[in-house]
């Protein structure tokens, strides 16, 4: 939109970074800083309008947008054009993707590059590579307290290691995606050092108090992230004489995108990634940005503020790089994440879906569908240009986030609902075989969450261990069943490394004073390389595992009904333990397919009368693309064998 006020400060300020910088050629970062320069003028009017240097943050702004556009490769420009060519790319079928640690999965960078054909091999083309900025040791939550946003850290190598894996990526046409920890710093940064040392301006940058009279009110109605081992969100620093908002753990010092600055070096080490030749950016934490008394200072408005203006910002400058929003929240409050009232993404293209990986989990537990078919019957739907990143486990543990009122209708009651899932999955409920873990108690409220890999969740851990054949079966379809389920669901699914060949819990983490208290290390192991090479040999639980996966992914990228176009229809029938939904292409006008997943440990029928109402089964012989086999349909239904699932043509 043109709007004089808006246009004639951008005139001023090209102006004057016109006589500073050298000339070149920017066409087309004036084009798109034109069509956006409007949006982004207002979000950040809207949340720093107010204050006297706003002008001059303006300006650092476009500098810093101009900046980062000067020294974007002209290979990632040409990607960008590409892109926005084909500005859907991204929901098509054809993406598969895993989420690794560089040292758990290789020991390094330089050691990922042998392992990239371990990848291809499987089908994945889109690699998240967890964080591997600079972090203290022992103190980096897993990577997620960075001291320096631009120096990757000499436990995993060297930018020249890294440059060789992404070229290597490109060339096999995979995708890299990559965190930048947005909410807050490692107390090592150096904005936390000058901060401490008494340096207003970075103090600022912060949240920090003389005293615990406005910490205490924060808390009266903030929530605890990991109320066993960090409890509180304010740490005392005895250095700087002052409390800090620390969130998370009591070194992850929360920033403060109340100051324009704050947002303006976010946005450039954003940039620097994107330059740097990530295509996604995971953002992790979003829902934590704007903190405000007297609210959970989660989802707040701002926080979807300061997102639209990263968005704005980046289409600007690197427009081919998408956002995967980390916003582990409530289902309608994720759905946000996407921006609202739009056909396109205006925060970010993707989001978890956090919902569906939980409401899984619970349909394994109860071995019924019901609050699976009403959880994700109320996820809103979400916005034709953005995608969901479904998953069934991650580096995190699981938290039982369906809401409340779902759960009722689902017949049962909240908290002793939840309390079942936890004993279920910890092992402690009459029949489960699970071996999770609990992880982050809350002694006040009840709640609890879920660590665990995700084979030791589906029972092979303790099936290996008891040498029962049947439980192992039983607990490969359980691992099959879910990614059954999110390989076809709609959306770019995640694997977790290790998954594909059954990876169980594993203990070593307690023997490291740093990690011992946080049991998500329990799923964050070291790839056993020697048990991936089982893979090969028929009979083996990898073998079964891995050719299954492998197999499901070949099918998905050959499916266009797969491509994600909200191109869902959830299906209801008559039977608790079936999961049923249909997925079809408007575009292609391709075949639909029906997916029909089994959660109960016994055999269940499909009753075929209301389906072939629907168009379905007009024919005896029906296909499943999983299995290639094809079903006879002689009776009233179809069976569905235990813990399993079809990919119907039907
Ligand atoms: C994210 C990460 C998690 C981390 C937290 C704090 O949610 O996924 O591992 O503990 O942020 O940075
Ligand atoms: C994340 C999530 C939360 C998770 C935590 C630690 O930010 O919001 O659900 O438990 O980090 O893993």
Redesign the pocket.
């Known amino acids: 939109m043109y709007e004089q006020i808006s246009h004639s400060l951008l005139n001023d300020i090209l102006v004057e970074l016109r006589q500073k910088s050298k000339p070149q050629n920017l066409q087309l970062f004036y084009t798109r800083l034109g069509a956006n320069f409007y949006a982004i003028y207002s979000l950040f009017n809207t949340l720093y309008g107010n204050r006297p240097d706003f002008k001059e943050q303006m300006r650092n702004l476009v500098e810093t947008l101009m900046r980062q556009y000067a020294t974007r490769p002209s290979h990632l420009k040409k990607t960008d054009l590409e892109r926005e060519k084909d500005h859907n790319w991204f929901l098509s079928q054809k993406w598969v993707g895993m989420a690794l640690y560089c040292d758990g999965y290789a020991d390094n960078l330089q050691g990922m590059l042998p392992r990239l054909s371990y990848l291809q091999e499987l089908g994945v083309n889109l690699v998240h590579i967890m964080p591997i900025c600079d972090c203290p040791e022992g103190k980096s939550d897993g990577g997620y307290a960075v001291r320096d946003y631009c120096k990757i850290d000499s436990r995993f190598g060297t930018f020249k290691d890294f440059d060789k894996l992404v070229d290597s990526m490109k060339k096999r046409d995979m995708l890299l995606v990559l965190d930048v920890v947005v909410n807050h710093t490692s107390d090592q940064h150096e904005w936390a050092e000058k901060a401490r040392e008494g340096d207003k301006t970075y103090q600022d940058y912060y949240f920090t108090f003389d005293d615990r009279s406005i910490p205490d009110i924060y808390e009266e109605s903030m929530p605890e992230?990991f109320p066993e081992t960090a409890p509180g969100n304010f740490t005392w620093d005895e250095k700087m004489g002052k409390w800090v908002m620390t969130v998370f753990n009591h070194y992850q010092w929360d920033l403060n995108y109340q100051n324009p600055s704050v947002l303006i070096e976010m946005l450039d080490i954003l940039l620097f990634w994107a330059n740097r030749g990530a295509d996604i950016l995971r953002l992790d934490?979003v829902?934590f940005l704007w903190k405000k008394i007297g609210s959970s200072c989660q989802n707040e408005r701002e926080a979807h503020l300061i997102l639209q203006l990263m968005k704005d910002c980046c289409q600007v400058t690197a427009p081919g790089v998408l956002f995967i929003a980390?916003a582990?929240?409530s289902p309608t409050e994720i759905i946000k994440y996407f921006g609202e009232d739009a056909i396109n993404a205006k925060e970010c293209e993707i989001a978890y879906n956090a919902t569906y990986m939980a409401l899984l989990w619970d349909a394994v537990a109860t071995k019924k569908a019901i609050l699976l078919n009403i959880g994700i019957q109320n996820i809103p739907q979400k916005l034709e240009r953005a995608t969901w990143l479904n998953y069934a486990r991650s580096h995190?543990?699981i938290?039982l986030g369906f809401s409340d009122s779902d759960i009722v209708s689902a017949g049962y009651e909240p908290l002793s609902h939840r309390r079942f899932l936890v004993d279920y999955f910890t092992g402690n409920f009459e029949g489960s075989l699970a071996a999770g873990l609990a992880f982050?108690r809350n002694l006040e409220t009840g709640d609890a969450?879920i660590s665990g890999s995700l084979a030791s969740l589906a029972g092979l851990k303790h099936a290996l261990e008891n040498n029962d054949v049947n439980a192992t079966n039983m607990a490969i379809k359980i691992i099959l069943l879910l990614h059954g389920m999110i390989l076809s669901f709609g959306g770019i699914p995640m694997l977790y490394y290790g998954d594909a060949i059954g990876t169980l819990n594993d203990d070593s983490y307690l023997n490291d004073e740093s990690k011992s208290t946080d049991n998500?290390w329990a799923h964050r192991p070291k790839m056993d390389w020697n048990r991936a090479m089982l893979r090969t040999q028929p009979g083996t639980v990898e073998y079964s595992i891995f050719c299954a996966v492998k197999k499901m992914i070949a099918v998905r990228k050959e499916v266009p009904a797969f491509a994600d176009r909200n191109n869902r229809e959830l299906l209801n029938v008559d039977n608790p333990h079936l999961f049923v939904f249909s997925r079809f292409d408007q575009i292609n006008n391709s075949p639909r397919v029906l997916v029909v997943g089994n959660f109960d440990d016994e055999p269940q029928p499909l009753k075929l009368s209301p389906l072939q109402h629907m168009g379905f089964f007009q024919h005896e012989l029906i296909k499943d693309l999983v299995s290639g086999e094809t079903l006879h349909v002689t009776d009233e239904s179809l069976i569905c064998p235990a813990r399993s699932f079809y990919w119907l043509q039907a």
């Open positions: 992230v934490a829902a980390e582990i929240v995190d543990d938290g982050g969450r998500r």
